[in-house]
């Protein structure tokens, strides 16, 4: 059964940093591109990032390019967003997402990141 | 990079069949097959539901089908029923904007 847990969600001061941590289980991890997609309290869904199954291509909307930076750890099937400069708009439940080639066929259950003083 | 469009709200009574549609341009919709439709129940994850236009992934029930003409997909549920209350977002590939894939502003769905 595909798994995918995310973790590292909290409270953080503008300008304050995090990490978000999606374990993944039940499929080849390595062979997948995988994605962070984020929604704002009664917002849509958001794409934030993504990367490839080896490493090699990343990709990041507008919005979160130079400060966040998605990578993974094929050995221990997790897959990273590490957050630097967080302002008030980037308040939101993120999601790990596994891509198909066609679709996304597999979410985690999000992480919530609240950036308030 | 623009999203997708959809109506913000579709409603009907149980048993009764809705449309929702979602309009791209030639960069998206238009142009490729990658649209696929997602569900979204409040507090939980979204679930996909329809992926290259038309198909349905195993365990979706076949009263969820979709179709697509010039840049417009759209997704019709059939015999509507209470638990399809919930919001429903498309997603298309583009070939534009940072990244590869765009998503649809969402629908809310109601079931009278």
């Known amino acids: 059964e595909v798994q995918l847990v995310e973790s590292g969600g909290g409270l953080v001061q503008p300008g304050g940093s995090l990490r978000l941590s999606c374990a993944a289980s039940?499929?080849?991890?390595?062979?997948?591109?995988m994605h962070w997609v984020r929604q704002a309290p009664g917002k849509g869904l958001m794409w934030v990032s993504r990367?490839?199954?080896?490493?090699?291509?990343?990709n990041y909307a507008d919005s979160v390019k130079g400060r966040f930076t998605i990578s993974r750890d094929n050995a221990k099937n997790t897959l990273y967003l590490q957050m630097n400069s967080l302002r008030a708009e980037d308040t939101a439940v993120y999601y790990c997402v596994r891509e198909s080639g066609d679709s996304f066929d597999y979410w985690g259950q999000g992480t919530l990141v609240t950036v308030s003083s | 990079q623009s999203a997708l469009i959809q109506p913000a709200s579709v409603s009907g009574s149980p048993g009764q069949s809705i449309t929702i549609s979602c309009t791209g341009t030639s960069s998206d919709v238009g142009t490729y097959n990658h649209v696929s439709w997602y569900q979204q129940h409040p507090g939980k994850a979204p679930k996909l539901m329809i992926y290259?236009?038309?198909n349905r992934p195993s365990g979706v029930s076949n009263r969820f089908s979709g179709s697509k003409s010039g840049n417009t997909a759209s997704l019709t549920i059939s015999g509507l029923q209470a638990e399809d209350e919930a919001d429903y977002y498309c997603?298309?590939?583009?070939?534009?904007?940072?990244?590869?894939?765009?998503f649809g502003t969402g629908t809310r769905v109601a079931v009278l």
């Open positions: 039940g499929f080849t991890f390595r062979t997948y591109w």
């Open positions: 990367l490839n199954g080896d490493v090699t291509i990343t």
């Open positions: 290259e236009v038309s």
């Open positions: 997603n298309s590939y583009t070939n534009r904007g940072a990244l590869p894939w765009v």
